[in-house]
């Protein structure tokens, strides 16, 4: 069996150079005050609050819990993950019913999720929604 050739010097000092920079994408994508830039949508279930809270044709963003829910002008309710598609970043901003990432810019409508501004390509993950006893309900298995 033929004796494997070792790393040489160069292949070493390469790696080297590049593993510090490899952990700054995640830095970067992180948002401002996050120690983790992938920040969790509800696994099941949770109450959002009063359902007056989210007037017809607006959007509100539950940021505790990485949720917008938005009311279409005929009532029907909306919700999505605010994720980012990008980069993983929590969305921290709704103006109006655009959603505004801090790490890279990505906008989306809060209405339907789509994007309406790169770097993000792909729509927002929607998760059910429903009322009960007068309060919003969003998550796996609402």
């Known amino acids: ?33 996050q120690s983790n830039p992938v920040a969790a949508t509800p696994t099941a279930p949770v109450d959002l609050g ?6 017809k044709g607006g959007a509100k963003l539950y940021r505790d819990h990485n949720v917008v829910v938005s009311r279409e002008g005929n009532g029907t309710l909306k919700a999505y993950s605010t994720i980012c598609t990008h980069a993983g970043c929590p969305i921290n901003k709704l103006q109006g019913t655009t959603l505004i990432c801090p790490c890279h810019g990505s906008q989306f409508d809060a209405v339907t999720g789509k994007v309406v501004q790169s770097p993000a390509t792909e729509p927002l993950a929607e998760l059910p929604v429903k009322t009960k006893n007068g309060r919003i309900i969003a998550g796996p298995g609402a």
């Open 1 to 33: 069996m033929p004796a494997r050739p070792s790393a040489s010097r160069r292949t070493v000092l390469r790696g080297a150079a590049v593993a510090p920079v490899a952990g700054l994408g995640l830095t970067a994508c992180s948002a401002p005050g």
């Open 50 to 55: 009063a359902e007056s809270e989210v007037s």
